[in-house]
C-alpha cells in the first residue's frame, strides 16, 4: 500500500531538514527551483501562462508535479501576472508581448534609477526616496508620486499641510488609480498562490519551497537602484556613502524575509546572491562591501527560526572560506558554478550544499550525461548528508528525458 500525500509530504519535509541540519536523511532531497520549464514541457506559452495563470499556468504546473514530484516544489510565482507589468509599465523588465518574444521567459533590463549624488539621501529617509523617486522612476505609471512630500513631515500638526500637498495633485490621483488597479490583481494573484500550495500538499504530497524572498543588501542597491557598473564604480569613487547605504538596507533586507514567512508559515527564505560572486568583485571587497551586512541579514532571520538558503547566482569558489562565519546547520548554500569537491571540505561541516546540476547539460546532454553528473555530485557532497540536489540555476528549457533522469537516477542511487 502506498504513502498518502500527508504522509509523502512530512517525509519531504523531514528528509529537507535533515539535510539543511547537517542530518544523514533517508536519500538525498531534489529541490530544483523551477521556472518556466513546466511551460516548455507542456507546449503552453510563457505568455498565455502569464496572462492567464489560473487557466493556462495551472495546467502546466498540474502536469510537472504529476510527473516529477520534487521534495520541495515551486509554485507559479515566476509567472508573474503580465496584466501588472502592462498597467504600471515596469521599466527594468520585458515580458512577453512587451519586447520579448511570446514563449522567451521575461527579461532584467538594468538601469540606474538612482544616481551617485542620491547616497546621503537615501541613507538618510530610504522610505521617501523610494516612494518618491525610485518608484516613480522604475513603474512610468506611478510618476504622479514624485509629487509625494516626505512622510516624515506628518508629525504632529505637520499632516495639516503635507496631506494636501501629497494627495491633492491629479499626477498622484492618477498613480493611486493605477496601483489600486494593480493591487486588486495582484491580491488575486497571492490568494491563488496560497490556493495552489495547498493543492500541492493535498494533491502530491509536496511542500512549497518558499517562505519569503529576500537579497543580500548590497544587491538590493545593484541590481534594480544603481546598477552593476555604476555601484561597482561606487566601490572606488564614493565607498564610504555606498558603505552607509548598505547598511541602510539591512533592516529592510531582514524585514523582506521576516514578513514572508509570516505570512505563509514555510521557514525556508531564498537570499538571491547576485554582485558578490567571483566575477564581480576581489575578495577584499566582498569582505567588505557584501559579506558583512549580508551575514547580519542571515543570522537575524536565523534568529527568528527561518532557514537562509543563499541562492549563488555564478562563481564563488573565492568566498567558500569566508561563508565559514555562516550559523551551523542552519542555512543552505546553492552553489551554480563552484568547485563542489571542495565546497564540500570547507563547507560541509557547517552549512547544506546543494547544486550544481548544469542547466546546460539538461539542455543538450543525454540522459546518461545527466545520471553521470548526478552520481559524482551524491558521492562527494552528498557524503555523510547535508547535500540536496539541485540545478545551476533556475530551470527554464531542459529535455524532458534529463529532468527524468535527473529525479530517477537521485531517488534510486541517493539513498543512505
Known amino acids: 500500500m502506498g504513502k498518502t500525500t500527508e504522509e509523502l509530504y512530512n517525509a519531504s519535509l523531514k528528509r529537507v531538514n535533515d539535510a539543511i541540519a547537517l542530518k544523514v536523511p533517508d536519500r538525498v532531497p531534489i529541490i530544483p527551483v523551477i521556472q518556466a520549464f513546466p511551460m516548455y514541457n507542456s507546449g503552453i506559452t510563457i505568455k498565455d501562462a502569464m496572462y492567464d495563470y489560473k487557466g493556462k499556468a495551472t495546467l502546466a504546473f498540474d502536469k510537472f508535479f504529476e510527473e516529477f514530484k520534487p521534495d520541495l516544489g515551486w509554485d507559479p510565482i515566476f509567472m508573474v501576472p503580465a496584466k501588472v507589468l502592462d498597467i504600471l509599465d515596469l521599466q527594468w523588465f520585458r515580458w512577453p508581448g512587451h519586447g520579448v518574444e511570446d514563449n522567451r521567459m521575461y527579461q532584467f533590463v538594468e538601469g540606474e534609477f538612482m544616481t551617485g549624488d542620491e547616497y546621503g539621501e537615501f541613507a538618510s529617509d530610504p522610505t521617501n526616496f523610494i516612494l518618491s523617486k525610485y518608484l516613480p522612476r522604475c513603474f512610468t505609471s506611478l510618476k504622479g508620486f514624485e509629487n509625494f512630500s516626505s512622510i516624515r ?10 496631506f494636501p500637498r501629497s494627495f491633492a495633485a ?19 494573484w497571492l490568494t491563488y498562490l496560497g490556493e495552489y500550495g495547498q493543492k500541492m500538499k493535498s494533491k502530491w504530497g509536496i511542500p512549497v519551497a518558499y517562505g519569503g524572498f529576500s537579497f543580500a543588501p548590497f544587491d538590493l542597491l545593484g541590481d534594480t537602484m544603481r546598477g552593476t557598473v555604476p555601484i561597482m564604480m561606487d566601490i572606488r569613487r564614493r565607498p564610504e556613502e555606498l558603505l552607509k547605504a548598505v547598511d541602510a538596507l539591512i533592516p529592510i533586507a531582514i524585514e523582506m524575509g521576516v514578513r514572508g514567512a509570516k505570512a505563509t508559515g514555510i521557514p525556508y527564505i531564498w537570499i538571491w546572491l547576485h554582485k558578490g560572486v567571483d566575477e564581480f568583485m576581489s575578495d577584499e571587497q566582498f569582505k567588505t562591501f557584501y559579506w558583512p ?15 537562509p538558503i543563499l541562492y549563488g547566482e555564478g562563481s564563488m569558489n573565492s568566498r567558500l572560506e569566508t561563508m565559514r562565519e555562516l550559523p551551523v546547520g542552519k542555512t543552505v548554500c546553492h552553489f551554480e558554478n563552484v568547485d563542489m569537491t571542495r565546497a564540500k571540505e570547507v563547507l560541509g561541516d557547517i552549512a547544506c550544499i546543494s547544486g550544481n546540476v548544469p542547466n546546460a547539460l539538461l539542455c543538450t546532454g543525454t540522459p546518461q550525461d545527466v545520471k553521470d553528473y548526478c552520481k559524482y ?40
Not at 153 to 162: E, V
Not at 170 to 188: G, H, V
Request: glycine share 8%; net charge negative.
Open 293 to 307: 551586512s549580508l551575514l547580519k541579514v542571515v543570522n537575524a532571520l536565523v534568529d527568528e527560526g527561518l532557514v
Open 153 to 162: 513631515q506628518s508629525i504632529w500638526l505637520g499632516w495639516f499641510t503635507s
Open 170 to 188: 491629479k499626477e498622484i490621483m492618477d498613480s493611486l488609480k493605477a496601483i489600486m488597479e494593480a493591487t486588486d490583481i495582484l491580491m488575486d
Open 377 to 416: 555530485l551524491i558521492d562527494v557532497c552528498g557524503k555523510n548528508g547535508g547535500f540536496m540536489l539541485d540545478t545551476n540555476a533556475l530551470v527554464d528549457e531542459a529535455k524532458p528525458e534529463n529532468m527524468k533522469a535527473m529525479f530517477e537516477f537521485t531517488r534510486e542511487y541517493g539513498r543512505y
